[in-house]
């Protein structure tokens, strides 16, 4: 069964800090797919990032940066500079190959930028 | 394109009643599936669909029902709401199904429900 853990409840940082969160998950398959969603106030769920599990490459967008590591089964989300626009709740997402598109989501990390 | 609509946005039921909980998308997306959020445990599914006629259960599908009857709407059944159903539930849509590559889902703004 597929399961993903985002340890971090709530990270409270100022602005400008750098500021990594943490996903970890668990699946059989060889071959998945994970997902970073951020939810802002208003509610709505953001696409930010789809990895598929045979692209281990760093990605960077702007000040957003992704960390997979399949030896540790992690895809920690890095945010350089943050800033209080920031401020939302962050879910990790994974989905296995032979689930299809369900998707299975972390707990998710509130994350609160102060200025 | 309109994306993925929801309606109501708002919703207060009593315990016992029954709603319809509005889900349609634009994008002739084959898969369609509803996700429930509660604090402190993320999005669980409830039900999903992969095309027009299928459906199937998810993590939490008890006290729901669903039918696909075309591409573009996916309704969802509370046949007797109960208070535990008090939750912000969410639709979403992509365009794959069970094989090939997962795309990016997309989702609805959203429908916060509670049942007193």
């Known amino acids: 069964a597929q399961k993903v853990t985002q340890a971090q409840t709530e990270i409270s940082v100022v602005e400008k800090e750098d500021v990594t969160l943490d996903c970890v998950y668990e699946t059989r398959d060889t071959t998945y797919y994970l997902f970073w969603y951020k939810q802002p106030p208003s509610g709505e769920l953001v696409f930010l990032i789809r990895?598929?599990?045979?692209?281990?490459q760093n990605e960077i967008s702007g000040r957003y940066s992704w960390n997979f590591q399949k030896s540790t089964s992690s895809f920690n989300f890095t945010i350089t500079a943050s800033q209080v626009v920031d401020s939302a709740v962050y879910f990790c997402a994974l989905s296995e190959e032979t689930s299809g598109s369900r998707l299975t989501f972390g707990e998710g990390t509130q994350l609160t930028v102060n200025p | 394109n309109a994306g993925v609509t929801q309606t109501p946005k708002f919703q207060v039921l009593k315990t016992g009643q029954s709603m319809t909980l509005q889900c349609a998308q634009d994008m002739n997306h084959e898969y369609m599936s509803w996700y429930r959020q509660d604090p402190g445990m993320g999005l669980r599914l409830i039900h999903y669909s992969v095309g027009a006629g299928i459906t199937d259960q998810g993590e939490v599908p008890n006290g729901y029902n669903v039918s696909r009857s075309t591409t573009e709407d996916f309704p969802l059944r509370l046949l007797s709401a109960a208070p535990s159903q008090t939750s912000v539930y969410f639709c979403?849509?992509?365009?794959?199904?069970?094989?090939?590559?997962?795309?990016?889902?997309?989702f609805g703004p959203g429908t916060r429900l509670t049942v007193l």
């Open positions: 979403a849509s992509s365009s794959s199904s069970t094989s090939g590559p997962l795309n990016e889902q997309f």
């Open positions: 990895r598929n599990s045979f692209d281990e």
